[in-house]
């Protein structure tokens, strides 16, 4: 194990696609500090799998990039985002994760 790893942690949690997520979905955030992955995918019209995925992979299709850059776009994400003095990315920001 990697000296950075927490034992029982996926991986992927490490991943810049992951903390990019994480940063970006304050209103994704599970209350365990987690990023919400079913309440993505249920608003997204995905499986939850199909997001783990993306997660695993650290890679998204052009056009998941545009559906996560519009429910980033959200007003409440927006109003989470901007209760901690951040602003939602632009779509390039998304496209830096297509495959």
């Known amino acids: 194990m990697h000296s950075t790893e927490i034992q029982g942690r996926d991986p992927w949690r490490d991943q810049p696609f992951y903390r990019f997520l ?33 997660l695993r992979r650290g890679v998204v299709t052009p056009t998941n990039a545009r559906t996560l850059h519009r429910l980033c ?3 409440t994400n ?6 901690i003095a951040a602003t939602p990315p632009a779509l390039e920001r998304f496209y830096e994760f297509c495959e």
């Open 22 to 54: 994480f940063e970006n979905f304050p209103t994704y955030r599970s209350k365990r500090g987690l990023l919400d992955v079913p309440r993505i995918a249920k608003d997204v019209g995905l499986t939850a799998e199909g997001i783990y995925k993306w």
């Open 73 to 75: 776009n959200a007003p």
């Open 78 to 83: 927006i109003a989470a985002l901007q209760a």
